[in-house]
């Protein structure tokens, strides 16, 4: 089918996006994504797995689908992940499995960018293994 233009409120996808940054980083529901540094936006949500009365009625055997979507930096988006957890029970739930994605991405975006020393620079070239070895950056 040919392709379809939609005029679009800019306005409106702003409020959308001041929101969804909201929920990440301004006490919402999505506070576990955050990530120090980046401006994380997403929407935290749950996939009702079965009527409500059933889902109580199960005692806890059953609790509903957690999902929540997120994209990263809130200017420039470069990357979208989504994540559905189930039996989570709630959107909260599965915010940090997006959080540890978007910061695999950053962390080995970083990697790439980042210079590597000369090795004729080198004092020692005994430090070399220990340049070498994965950065692993610590989650907040």
Not at 14 to 29: C, L, S, W
Not at 50 to 61: M, Q
Not at 97 to 113: Q, T
Not at 134 to 140: D, N, S
Request: include cysteine.
């Amino acid at each position: 089918p040919p392709a379809r233009k939609y005029d679009v409120n800019l306005e409106n996808v702003a409020k959308v996006i001041y929101g969804m940054y909201g929920v990440v980083n301004e006490g919402g529901t999505g506070g576990r994504a955050r990530i120090p540094g980046f401006d994380v936006c997403g929407k935290t949500g749950t996939a009702q797995l079965a009527s409500t009365a059933l889902v109580k009625s199960a005692n806890g055997k059953m609790k509903n689908n957690a999902w929540f979507v997120g994209f990263a930096p809130r200017a420039n988006p470069e990357i979208v992940v989504v994540a559905l957890f189930e039996h989570g029970a709630e959107g909260m739930m599965a915010a940090p499995i997006v959080r540890d994605v978007m910061k695999a991405y950053f962390d080995k975006k970083a990697r790439k960018e980042a210079p590597l020393p000369a090795l004729a620079e080198m004092q020692n070239p005994m430090q070399l293994p220990a340049l070498l070895r994965p950065v692993r950056a610590e989650h907040p």
